[in-house]
């Protein structure tokens, strides 16, 4: 009996050092919260669509069509050669 009461003893010293621990990081010493604002800087990006109708880049926009092959694997690939 006195071996459980020491046990009993340690076991809830424990959960009440745990539980101020808890309780001191979480409520009194608030962590800080970063702010969601945007920075003024990348508000003010803008994108210069321009550059897209330079003869240059004009070339490099009319992309050709990838043709597949005709026949692509076996007609049923689980059957053994």
């Known amino acids: ?10 076991l809830t010293l424990f959960l009440i050092i745990a539980a101020f621990i808890i309780l001191l990081r979480e409520v009194i010493l ?5 702010s969601k604002s945007i920075p003024e800087a990348i508000l003010k ?3 210069n669509y321009e550059i897209l109708e330079k003869p240059e880049v004009k070339e490099f926009l009319p992309y050709e069509q990838i043709s597949l092959p005709e026949k692509v694997g076996r ?3 689980f059957r053994p050669y």
């Open 45 to 47: 990006i803008k994108v």
């Open 1 to 10: 009996m006195p071996e459980e009461n020491k046990i009993f003893k340690y």
């Open 30 to 34: 608030k962590p800080i919260i970063p």
């Open 75 to 77: 007609e049923n690939p």
